[in-house]
């Protein structure tokens, strides 16, 4: 399968997995209402990017991404680490109980 022809300038996808997109936009649609402000974000990134488990070669980005993602919301009480881990937690078992084809939707949790 080829890829499809990047615009003039780009030499590579900027995601190269769906999930990234995602994460992107949630950020951006929760900046657009309000939830923090661009500083606030650009903050808790920052300091996601430089601990000391972070990849030094950028390769984990949007893994620090997703990570800054949780702690902002868990710290304006949002959403917390247990929350977050409990939807992913059903996502995935949603995810093994759809069969192949199927969307996946959280009502196929079997937890649920």
């Given at each position: 399968?080829?890829?499809?022809?990047?615009?003039?300038?780009?030499?590579?996808?900027?995601?190269?997995?769906?999930?990234?997109?995602?994460?992107?936009?949630?950020?951006?649609?929760?900046?657009?209402?309000?939830?923090?402000?661009?500083?606030?974000?650009?903050?808790?990134?920052?300091?996601?990017?430089?601990?000391?488990?972070?990849?030094?070669?950028?390769?984990?980005?949007?893994?620090?991404?997703?990570?800054?993602l949780e702690?902002?919301?868990?710290?304006?009480?949002?959403?917390?680490?247990?929350?977050?881990?409990?939807?992913?937690?059903?996502?995935?078992?949603?995810?093994?109980?759809?069969?192949?084809?199927?969307?996946?939707?959280?009502?196929?949790?079997?937890?649920?």
């Amino acid at each position: 399968m080829s890829r499809p022809e990047l615009p003039a300038g780009i030499d590579e996808p900027v995601f190269s997995e769906p999930w990234q997109a995602e994460a992107f936009a949630m950020v951006v649609a929760l900046h657009e209402r309000g939830v923090f402000s661009w500083a606030e974000w650009a903050e808790r990134l920052s300091a996601e990017v430089k601990r000391p488990e972070a990849a030094a070669d950028g390769s984990d980005y949007y893994e620090r991404w997703v990570a800054a993602l949780e702690r902002l919301l868990a710290e304006k009480g949002l959403a917390g680490h247990d929350e977050v881990d409990a939807v992913a937690a059903a996502w995935e078992r949603a995810a093994h109980a759809t069969p192949h084809g199927r969307p996946i939707l959280l009502e196929n949790d079997p937890l649920a």
